[in-house]
């Protein structure tokens, strides 16, 4: 068994979180490595609904050690609700939960600085959560950001905050946004979230390496997916952290040489929240009718999803950005009852043939999806646990899509629930698991 990193293929929403919940029994660690509290993770156990957004899937089994990386922005407040919904549902959170010391702190007046080019004429909006973690993301990448050590040491946390808030308030004045920052409420506010965090602040990369030499297994968990990577995804349309593979190591402070096997989380078919691009999207009553079955709302921000169909030049890129061993194919069951499935085998860019994401958004936005159509299947994938019960043309679209991406299908998902899942012995991502 290996330490592995699970994350997203598309645009986020993939079910990673039951992925992660499900295969978590397996791994002593579990570790968020980006993103912040856009993340909405939904996650089943029994008739109980979790929905994670900064703690990684990890948490809920008794016994594991949850990370919160230094790759992520955290909102303190948000933090603080969230261990208080698990508190209440008896997760002991803070024998489990380490938070890194290095990891950027989103202020109240990172929201606001968002509307700039979220809310204004001309600006291309990009749909965000509106959490503030672009804007925290910046001041990180300019060397004015704070991070949990610098709330934590209350001298200087004072005297910094001030000077930044400040600087805050002259950016909104100038953009005649309005807003007022009181930044002594702030600073006290913030005050008393850093105790209350605190006990769980620790050196999260040392405590990681150390783990790693006591020969414990790893699970790094994604946040979003690799398209809305802010280097390799549909920029703009993307978030401001690395999603992909590479991010793991960053964002947790461990090496590329820790890692033995990367997993792609994938749907069935695709969904998109938010703006940008998306050459399989499915208009009108079909796109409507996969929303309703996938039940494809944002559990953040409870947006509608786009939906379109399986995009193979996507997951050959996806794949090929993170070196995924395997994929996990989640939602079959939402595909059932189908006549027919396209499944996009190629673009088509001013004539010419493409299997490749192209930088520039204006082709992406003009690529032309070229289909191959597969026919649905007879009977019902729901709830399925065993690969050989699997209605037959279930498993032909399952084996299409290994074939056309070059990626094994390792897992599918046939529903919501921890239960509802099939690892096909003797598969790549069996042996990563350890399974
Ligand atoms: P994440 O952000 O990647 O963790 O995904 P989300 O939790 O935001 O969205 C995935 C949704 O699909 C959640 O509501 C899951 O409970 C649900 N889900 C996951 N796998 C399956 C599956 O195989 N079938 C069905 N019907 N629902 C699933
Ligand atoms: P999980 O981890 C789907 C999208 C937003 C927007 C863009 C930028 O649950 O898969 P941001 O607030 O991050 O600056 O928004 O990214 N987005 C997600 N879409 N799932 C997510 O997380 C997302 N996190 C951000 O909708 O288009
Ligand atoms: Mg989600």
Redesign the pocket.
Known sequence: MSNIIVL?AQW???????IVDLFSERFDVIVRYQGGHN????V?VGPRKFVLKLIPAGILRPGKIAVIGNGLVVDPGALMAEIGSLRASGVEVEKQLAISDRAHVIFPYHPLVEKLSEAREGRIAIGTTARGIGPAYEDKVARRGLRIADLLDRGFFREAFKTIADDKQTVLEAFKLGDRIDAGAICSQYEELAEMIRPMVTDTAQLLNRLLREGKKVMFEGAQGTLLDVDHGTYPFVTSSNASAGGACTGAGVPPTCIDGILG?SKAYITRVGGGPFPTEIHGEQGDAIRAA??EFG?VTGRPRRCGWFDVPILKYTAAINGFDSMVL?????LDGLKEIPVCMKYKLRGEELDWLPARIRDVEALEPVYEVLPGWEGTTAGVTRYEDLPAGARAYVEFLEAATGVEVGCV????ERE?TIVRPGSKLARLIGK
Do not use: C, I, M
């Open positions: 997203g986020g929403d993939e079910g990673k979180g039951k993340a909405g993770h939904t089943y989380v996938g039940k559990a989640t939602k079959l069951d939402v998902a046939t529903g919501p509802e």
